[in-house]
């Protein structure tokens, strides 16, 4: 539930003029995850993995909402702009979906949009003969209001760890 209109987001298909904003709030969105991810890791290690990771996260952004034969997006919209989206990919044969990317503009963080994204992604992709769908994300304090999005659509977490050494 969004508290600045009362009501839940408009979630429709990405259009060509939401690449822009899409893209500007998901750098600010991500702010504090890769933040957190370089305090993790140190700055050598982060430096080797994500040398510019505004520009990567841009790219990412770009080929989401342009690739639209590979990946599936979908625009929360508040007001009449977009304030989150998220892509998915599926495979028909082995009757999967993927989340590959969940972002929320941080002024409309925790009203609900994230786990309204959620919900809509896993009904089309139910609709398209989804069985299985998963998704990924960081266990770090960052990623907290995505994994709390993630289970409230009823998505299983099993925890995984993945270690990084600097030679």
């Not at 890769?34 to 982060?46: D, T």
Request: hydrophobic letters at 40%.
């Amino acid at each position: 539930m969004d508290s600045e209109h009362g009501a839940a987001p408009n979630i429709r298909p990405v259009r060509d003029e939401d690449v822009e904003a899409l893209v500007h709030l998901t750098l600010e969105a991500f702010v504090p995850v890769f933040r957190s991810f370089e305090q993790m890791l140190g700055p050598a290690i982060y430096r080797m993995i994500w040398p510019d990771w505004r520009t990567g996260q841009q790219k990412a952004v770009e080929t989401f909402c342009r690739d639209r034969e590979h990946y599936s997006v979908w625009v929360a919209e508040v007001g009449g702009r977009p304030v989150g989206a998220t892509a998915c990919v599926v495979d028909a044969k082995d009757r999967t979906g993927e989340v590959q990317f969940l972002v929320v503009d941080p002024a409309h963080q925790n009203r609900g949009v994230g786990t309204a994204l959620n919900l809509f992604a896993l009904e089309r992709m139910r609709e398209s003969g989804v069985r299985l769908a998963r998704v990924e994300t960081g266990d770090d304090s960052s990623h907290a209001p995505a994994r709390r999005s993630y289970e409230k659509a009823g998505y299983i977490p099993m925890p995984l760890v993945r270690y990084f050494k600097n030679l």
